[in-house]
């Protein structure tokens, strides 16, 4: 199987809840949701965001939705503070979920 | 059979006001319900009722009621859906905004409208009074001193149900869950037992699913050459149409904008979701592993799969409190070589408020169109560089004299700095932090006021 960039085959949206964001990562085909839970592992997604986590890299999770062929990830700590006290131009994270579909599966 | 047919009229407090008004007018629905609080806006609302006590509600609260109020109560004449309207926009202030609802109707010649107010989310007085208690970032709620500002429990859908048994026509709270305000109509209506976990967790995947508005219906979902949304201008809001047995199809009005179908279901399901399975509410523990999706024509979506465990034993207060000052400024470089004066410029401003000795908990010096978002590692995947950069600089301070220092180190680049920076801006605010700590649920109890119609 060919890599591919992960927006070809699957959508996402971020959510934030206190310092946590939570990615969505969503099979475009339920066929290759399969392909999504072998290559996206919560390390690979921590590899990822390796700048942003530093030592929050060790408390990504995983969670699957079979039924909509989805993956949810969940981060604490990468807002660094969460909306009201971050100094980040993008405090919610919102914008998270983007970057991860540039990853490799 | 007997359904129930309720439309989103907004996702946060400043969201657009037009397609309410189209939801209103062409929904044919029974609620209207308009979720408006964000983590931090009962803290900003409560600072505002500090300088003026008929304040302290959301600012397009008049706005809103002006465009919607008109088309309530419209069907009961004639035997058709009756339209009530529910809120959190009372925010800081529930009973003051009734008022100014109240006012607004009488002004509209809506005479013998009924108004209710639920109170009880604010528990300031109650954690003052036990100061030992602790935040979940660590403080006590005594280390705040006087810094503290808001105190606000997350209500279920209780007290709006006691509202409408009321019989009131708009009901408006200040903190209650998000999907609680849509849980409550479904409670009312078809009667559902307080403990009737599965049906209170389908009815809470509904309210997840509209709470957030255009998110479902094609709002942040477009990607052009890979996620097309349809006239995305003209983008409606999402209703549900919600059985006894609370099944549920998602759809909105004939010939708004936007698309409904499964991805973007998904997408909102998932949205702010943690562990699938237990999903908290005030009202419920909702499980939406087992949730699915199933088109059932054009901009139409039926969920089906959702249950739901007993509620938790607490209930979550989000304390709102003073946290120093962010101080900002930003300016552009542009044409070739933007990139390394853009670079030179960051290092200039660290360097100088290290010299100055500006006095700062932390710092944030980042390059937009470069580094902002996603940290360097992931910004130089980028083909090539940009032909225009912005510097950002921003940094938290425990005195505003400090933090006004942060912003006049990057205008100053304009005489001071590398060649070729413009539109240069600068500005300081005040933080407003939020926390949360758990409290038991018996020590906070919701109350309903009407207000008298006339």
């Known amino acids: 199987m060919s890599t591919m960039k992960l927006r070809e085959l699957a959508h996402s949206r971020t959510g934030d809840k206190g310092d946590t964001s939570n990615i969505s990562v969503i099979a475009f085909k339920s ?47 990468i807002l660094k503070g969460g909306v009201t006290r971050s100094l980040a131009l993008d405090a919610h994270g919102k914008a998270l979920g983007a970057a991860l579909l540039d990853i490799d599966v | 059979m007997k359904t129930l047919r309720i439309g989103s009229g907004a996702g946060y407090s400043g969201d657009r006001i037009e397609p309410a008004v189209e939801l209103a007018e062409k929904g044919d629905l029974d ?25 302290g509600f959301d600012p397009l609260l008049s706005e809103r009621m002006r465009r919607v109020l008109p088309f309530l109560g419209r069907g009961r004449e004639v035997g058709q859906r009756r339209l009530r309207l529910i809120s959190n926009m009372g925010a800081a202030n529930p009973l003051a905004a ?36 602790m935040l979940d970032n660590g403080a006590t709620i005594a280390s705040l001193g006087d810094r503290l500002i808001s105190a606000n429990a997350y209500l279920g859908a209780e007290g709006i149900v006691e509202a409408l048994e009321a019989d009131a026509d708009v ?23 307080a403990d009737d976990w599965t049906r209170l967790g389908r009815g809470t995947l ?3 699913l509209l709470e957030c508005a255009g998110q479902i219906t094609g709002g942040y979902f477009a990607d052009p050459g890979v996620k097309e949304v349809p006239d995305l201008a003209r ?36 949205y702010e979701v943690h562990d699938p399975a237990a999903y908290l509410t005030p009202d419920v523990t909702a499980d939406f592993s087992g949730v699915s999706f199933h088109p059932v024509a054009t901009n139409e979506v039926r969920a089906e799969g959702a249950d739901g465990r007993s ?13 120093g000052w962010i101080g900002e400024g930003q300016i552009s470089y542009g044409g070739p070589g933007a990139l390394a004066r853009a670079q030179l410029a960051r290092d200039v401003v660290l360097e100088r408020l290290q010299l100055t000795g500006v006095v700062f908990d932390d710092v944030r010096a980042e390059l937009i169109g470069v580094d902002a978002l996603h940290g360097g590692a992931l910004g130089s995947r980028a083909a090539a560089e940009p032909w225009e950069v912005r510097l950002r600089v921003a940094a938290r301070c425990a005195e505003k004299a400090e933090a006004v220092r942060i912003g006049n180190e990057v205008e100053t680049l304009y005489t001071n700095g ?9 500005g300081v605010r005040q933080v407003v932090a939020v926390a949360s700590l758990l409290m038991p649920r018996d020590a906070i109890k919701a109350q309903v006021h009407l207000e008298d119609a006339s």
């Open chain 1, 31 to 77: 066929e290759d949701y399969p392909r999504l839970v072998h290559a996206l592992t919560a390390e690979r997604v921590a590899e990822h965001f390796a700048e942003l986590l530093g030592d929050d890299a060790s408390r990504v999770l995983r969670y699957e939705l079979p039924k909509v062929g989805a993956l949810n990830f969940v981060l604490p700590g």
């Open chain 2, 31 to 55: 609620y209207l319900v308009f979720e408006c609080l964000a983590e931090r806006t009962i803290a900003l609302a409560q600072q505002a009722r500090l300088s003026d006590p008929e304040a």
């Open chain 2, 98 to 133: 009734a008022r100014e609802v109240r006012r607004i109707a009488v002004e509209l010649g809506l005479h013998g409208l009924k108004v209710a107010a639920v109170t009880g989310d604010d528990v300031l007085a109650v954690l003052k009074a036990s100061p030992e208690q």
């Open chain 2, 171 to 193: 009901v408006i709270t200040g903190r209650v869950a998000d999907p609680s305000l849509f849980l409550a109509p479904q409670l009312f209506e078809f009667g559902w037992a």
């Open chain 2, 206 to 208: 509904i309210g997840h």
């Open chain 2, 235 to 270: 983008l409606g809001f999402p209703l549900a149409e919600v059985d006894p047995e609370g099944r549920a199809v998602i759809s909105k009005v004939d010939g708004s904008g936007g698309r409904i179908d499964t991805a973007t279901c998904t997408e909102q399901m998932i």
């Open chain 2, 311 to 323: 509620r938790p034993g607490t209930l979550k207060v989000s304390v709102g409190y003073l946290d």
């Open chain 2, 418 to 426: 590398p060649y070729g920076g413009g539109g240069a801006t600068k």
